[in-house]
């Protein structure tokens, strides 16, 4: 005989396994300080990439004013007012993806663990079953 109050349950964590444990139980696969180094390592990498960009656009659409006063420029000046902002512009990116990936870790694990919980309320099910 079928019990629908398992069957309530089992509905309940296949659905949940479709769409939002898609997301959140690999990423309680990870220690906590591996999950949020490797995703600040990757958006600081994705920083350095656009900010090159952007500094390249900027040259390239500016080119005939830079070539004009490239002589005339402190190139070492230009060099560390690149790097100063490249470090703010690094420092600010790293905070926001530490709070990020840190607030996205702690939600995935209490959602896992309420999906743990039902696992575990399904298995004393089957056992009282028996």
Known sequence: MLDEQRIKLMTR???YEDTEGKKMIPITRYFRSDYI???IAKSLVGVTIAFIVIVGVFVFC???TFMAQFYKMDIMELARKLLSAYVVVLIIYALVSFLLYTYRYNKAK?????????????????????
Do not use: W
């Not at 209490?110 to 028996?130: F, G, H, N, P, W």
């Open 13 to 15: 964590m296949a659905s």
């Open 37 to 39: 180094g490797f995703n």
């Open 62 to 64: 500016n080119i005939e």
């Open 110 to 130: 209490k959602s896992v663990r309420i999906y743990q919980s039902a696992l575990r309320k399904l298995l004393s099910m089957y056992d009282e079953k028996l």
